[in-house]
């Protein structure tokens, strides 16, 4: 797969890479916001950090001033952090104004992402709210008295959907809303949600789940819900023998596991050690006894000769004339 | 700037006496090889023996047991489904967690239709556990399909061994081995070390051949159905017309790896230890992974913790420098590649690992000059990363702390 990325996201991406002046890269210290997204086991997170210009009496009117990002992730996660660094900083916003950049900005800012990295743009938005919550903490600003519909927390709540990227119910119905998502594979291209195991796509209270309730007033559910997947009938196995049976010496497998392994103990391992080396059972399965010669024999080139003639003899004689001697 | 191709585990460009052997078959000597009049007689005849050649090189098999495919892809569900098909009594099948998607999703398909199947695990290294294996066989096991060299880490499995155990447990296993890694790298050797292998797929893009045919070896007598149905050809086992230039080109390209096999593997090997060993050096906290295992000489697979492989790749791209990563972000799925998934690579660097794969192609300039780039691409993204100090060039003190929060759910 050749990279699709628009030359603004290929151009963000080496400059900041390459750490060129007036790019975004870092940490703010003692910031008045900080926010993160994502984790290391998904494949990408951001650190996001901003500073604001206070504002003497009225902390709605603070005005961010610097923004900064550290980020782990692909090239497009790295363009999507500066790219929202410079709209926040350009657009000389308050913390709650920023709260409208979206990921459609993000994208629009990059000129356009490949599908698959939508969610590049999703987590930097994700980020920024984190911070701004943060903010408003710090400064004892109450945004739900402001009116403004916060969710950093819903991320620790709820019933987690998508078990591979740690995602929540209430946090894929919100997104799903918010960025009107109509199918699986847009939620997954937005929020990666499902895009790893799939098992939670079709299962109860599942993605397809989670549309269809989102979406049922527009269309009958009947026309979108999938049947639950029909357990495909398992053949049955060909019968296994009955290894005391096919044995003929009527011991239970552990008897005749025992009786081999006091066979080896009292008489073949002594004999093999004799000569400096060693023998160990892997496994006995029915009949087959599966053997690893070690130390001076290991190397042999006569090994396995050893094995069949001493070892699968004795074992022939003194425990089941069936018995097979296998090298491992 | 000059191109630096070292993704030779994806493809392989053709070699120049390969090129020259196979133009005859697309220009003058064009006929189909099944015609009745004389001048198609020469091209059939130039199959055979290419045919003839290439039984050669895996030891002295009877040349009808080469059957010619359009890639490795195709022999493998030949192999699998074809093997399926002929025993219907038997439904479990054993392969590895690690294998080409052209085995698992073929695996998993028969899984799906009602079939049976253990996928062995591997350990921190990239082996396998014979126990494990021994442990799997099963009275109803039909088929065994474990890969000869793995093609992200390079790990070579025994399975002349593998083989040999399966075959003296039941000789009505069928043994298939996926060897598109290996053939034209490693010596494969049907008729004596690997006797017990009833099937073994083959690929000629990876060896300097063109890209659109391959192989698969059918041992006589082993229970195949024929995959691809339609005609005559290939003794009725793969119907189609031969693509005459590319089996040309694949059996001298099989000649050309058996002449220089000893002086490139010496070469290739050189190359790549020394890459890994000054990247080593050079580069804090990055691990090799399969370097415990058995491995083939012209692949390294580096984890470097803390980065995220596409941003790698993207800027070893613009260096002119042509590798691969197992991250998630470079294939379709986000999902980080299964085979270093299944080596338990920590999570830190599974998203952060590199392929490097040479050829006899590849220089030592070309490697001192990777040498030169690739830290500086590694230090770039940790400069970016959350998780990295970059003051004091390791990881974060706090960085196991964030990833325990931010990995809680």
Redesign the interface.
């Known amino acids: 797969m050749a990279w699709q990325y628009s030359e603004k996201t290929k151009q963000l991406f080496m400059d900041a890479v390459h750490g060129k002046p007036g790019t975004h890269l870092g940490e703010i210290e003692n910031p008045d916001g900080i926010g993160e997204h994502g984790s290391l086991a998904c494949g990408d997170a951001l650190r996001f950090t901003f500073r604001v210009k206070r504002h003497e009496t009225d902390p709605t009117r603070d005005v961010i001033t610097d923004a900064r990002y550290l980020t782990f992730g692909c090239t497009s996660a790295i363009a999507a952090s500066e790219a929202l660094c410079m709209i926040i900083e350009q657009g000389r916003y308050t913390p709650i104004q920023a709260l409208s950049v979206r990921n459609d900005d993000i994208v629009e800012f990059l000129e356009g992402l490949p599908e698959q990295k939508i969610h590049c743009s999703v987590m930097g938005a994700e980020a920024l709210e984190a911070a701004v919550f943060n903010w408003a903490q710090r400064r004892g600003v109450d945004l739900a008295r402001l009116g403004v519909d916060i969710h950093a927390a819903e991320q620790e709540e709820g019933r987690i959907v998508c078990k591979c990227f740690s995602l929540s119910e209430p946090y894929i119905r919100r997104k799903i809303k918010e960025l009107n998502l109509r199918t699986i594979a847009d939620i997954t291209g937005a929020i990666k949600a499902g895009g790893a195991c799939m098992s939670c796509h079709h299962t109860p209270g599942g993605l397809q789940d989670l549309l269809n309730e989102t979406w049922s007033n527009e269309k009958k559910t009947s026309d979108l819900r999938i049947l639950p997947n029909a357990i495909p009938p398992v053949a049955p196995l060909a019968e296994r023998p009955d290894p005391a049976a096919a044995g003929g010496s009527g011991l239970s497998p552990y008897q005749f596991a025992k009786r081999v392994e006091k066979a080896f103990d009292e008489y073949i391992r002594p004999m093999i050690q004799r000569d400096g080396g060693d023998v160990e059972i892997i496994d006995i399965k029915d009949r087959l006894v599966y053997c690893r010669l070690a130390g001076a024999c290991a190397d042999c080139a006569g090994a396995g000769k050893t094995l069949k003639f001493l070892v699968e003899r004795h074992l022939k004689d003194s425990v089941d004339e069936q018995i097979r001697v296998i090298q491992v | 700037m000059k191109t630096i191709y070292v993704d030779n585990n994806a493809t392989t460009q053709v070699a120049p006496e390969v090129y020259r052997a196979m133009v005859p078959f697309l220009t003058e000597q064009y006929f189909n090889p099944s015609s009745m009049y004389a001048p198609a007689q020469k091209t059939a005849n130039a199959l055979a023996a290419a045919r003839a050649r290439i039984a050669q090189h895996f030891g002295g098999v009877r040349p009808d047991e080469i059957v010619f495919t359009s890639c490795a892809t195709e022999s493998n569900n030949m192999g699998i489904q074809g093997a399926a098909k002929a025993s219907p ?4 099948v054993i392969t590895t967690s690690v294998e080409h998607p052209a085995v698992l999703e073929v695996c998993k398909d028969l899984q ?5 199947v253990t996928f062995l695990p591997v350990d921190r290294q990239g082996n396998l556990d ?2 494990d294996f ?2 799997a ?4 096991t039909l088929l065994v399909s474990i890969m000869h060299a793995n093609n992200e880490t390079g790990v070579i499995f025994p399975v002349e ?1 593998l083989a040999r ?1 399966a075959k ?2 039941d000789p009505n296993i069928v043994f298939h081995s996926d060897a598109t890694q290996s053939v034209g790298k490693l010596p494969i050797d049907l008729a004596i070390d690997m006797q017990y292998i009833d099937m073994l797929s083959f690929s000629g893009h990876k060896l300097h051949a063109p890209k659109g045919v391959g192989g698969l070896f059918v041992r006589r007598g082993a229970p195949v159905r024929p995959f691809l149905i339609g005609g005559h050809q290939e003794s009725g086992r793969r119907g189609g017309t031969e693509n005459v230039a590319s089996i040309v080109a694949l059996a001298a390209a099989m000649d050309l790896a058996a002449e220089r096999h000893a002086e490139d593997e010496t070469r290739i090997r050189a190359m790549r230890d020394r890459l890994e060993a000054e990247l080593a050096a050079r580069i804090p906290a990055i691990e090799i992974n399969g370097a415990g295992a058995a491995r083939m000489p012209n692949t390294s697979n580096i984890a470097c913790h ?6 790698m790749l ?2 070893l ?2 260096e002119g420098i042509c590798a691969s990563s197992g ?10 590649s299964h085979v270093l998934t299944a080596l338990g690579v920590p ?2 660097a599974v ?1 952060g690992s590199i392929r490097f794969s040479f050829s006899r192609y590849n220089t030592e300039e070309e490697v001192d000059r990777i040498i030169e780039v690739f830290p500086r691409v590694v230090a ?2 940790r ?5 990295w100090d970059q003051a004091a060039n390791a990881p974060r003190g706090d960085a196991g702390v ?2 325990q929060k ?2 809680s ?1």
């Open positions: 009594n038997r439904r479990h799906r239709r009602g079939y049976e014979l126990a021994i442990r066989l099963r009275p109803d061994q155990i003296e447990t803390y980065v995220e492989g596409e941003g993207y800027q791209d613009a991250s998630a972000c470079t294939s379709g799925s986000l999902e980080p999570f830190t998203h770039n993204l400069n970016l990363s959350p998780y964030m990833i931010t990995h759910g």
